[in-house]
């Protein structure tokens, strides 16, 4: 069984920090492509930032660039997202998401990921 455990939220002030730990266990996580997205309430989930199989590859939305970096120990089955000068409109719970592949791509989609975490809170305030 896949599972998927975040870490790491928590309640933080505008221009502040964090960093969100993903754990995988149960599967091959070097052949897994992993990403992260968020939803605030009343909104739909929304893509974060992606990460290749191998890692040689990241994507981001663009509301996120330039502030947060996802990177990956394939050794540890971790993945993890950095989070810098975070706004209030950051505010969300974060998942992260594990996608089997045996290519070199980035996914952006919901829909694309096999597994899922149960999410781990953001509060950024102003």
């Known amino acids: 069984q896949v599972q998927l455990v975040e870490s790491g939220g928590g309640l933080v002030q505008a221009g502040g920090s964090l960093r969100l730990s993903c754990v995988v266990s149960?599967?091959?996580?070097?052949?897994?492509?992993m990403g992260w997205f968020r939803q605030a309430p009343g909104k739909d989930r929304e893509f974060v930032a992606t990460i290749s199989r191998t890692g040689g590859r990241t994507y981001y939305a663009d509301s996120v660039k330039g502030r947060f970096a996802i990177s990956r120990d394939n050794a540890k089955n971790t993945v993890l997202l950095r989070m810098n000068s975070l706004k209030p409109d950051d505010t969300a719970i974060y998942y992260c998401?594990?996608?089997?592949?045996?290519?070199?791509?980035?996914?952006?989609?919901?829909?694309?990921?096999?597994?899922w975490g149960q999410g781990t809170q953001v509060t950024v305030s102003s």
């Open positions: 149960g599967c091959s996580f070097g052949s897994c492509a």
């Open positions: 998401a594990a996608l089997g592949t045996t290519g070199s791509y980035v996914y952006t989609q919901a829909y694309e990921y096999d597994y």
